[in-house]
Nanobody, 126 residues
Framework: QVQLVESGGRLVQAGDSLNLSCAISGRTFSGYARAWFRQAPGKAREFVAAINWSGGVTSYADFVKGRFTIFRDNANNTVYLRLNSLTPEDTAVYYC???????????????????WGQGTQVTVSS
């Protein structure tokens, strides 16, 4: 059974930085793209960033504007999201997701991902 476990979310101040982690287990994940989504209260879950298996291809939502960085450590089956210059608008539950892809075209829609974690809460106070 595939399992994704996020960690690293907490309460921070506006302007702070934060590192989120997502460990995946349960099978061999060669070829799997990994992604981060987020969901704020009362809003739909939205795409944040994605990365391909090798780490050589990444994709970001427009609102990231260079503030976030996704990277991965395949030896430890872990993907990370570095969040810089946080604002209260970044407050949300952050979810990681995984999907096998055969090319480098990274999915950005929720329904395209097969496996999900339970989420980690990030709260940014002003």
């Amino acid at each position: 059974q595939v399992q994704l476990v996020e960690s690293g979310g907490r309460l921070v101040q506006a302007g702070d930085s934060l590192n989120l982690s997502c460990a995946i287990s349960g099978r061999t994940f060669s070829g799997y793209a990994r992604a981060w989504f987020r969901q704020a209260p009362g809003k739909a879950r939205e795409f944040v960033a994605a990365i391909n298996w090798s780490g050589g291809v990444t994709s970001y939502a427009d609102f990231v504007k260079g503030r976030f960085t996704i990277f991965r450590d395949n030896a430890n089956n872990t993907v990370y999201l570095r969040l810089n210059s946080l604002t209260p608008e970044d407050t949300a539950v952050y979810y990681c997701a995984a999907k096998y892809i055969s090319g480098s075209n990274l999915p950005q829609l929720r329904y395209q991902y097969d496996h999900w974690g339970q989420g980690t809460q990030v709260t940014v106070s002003s």
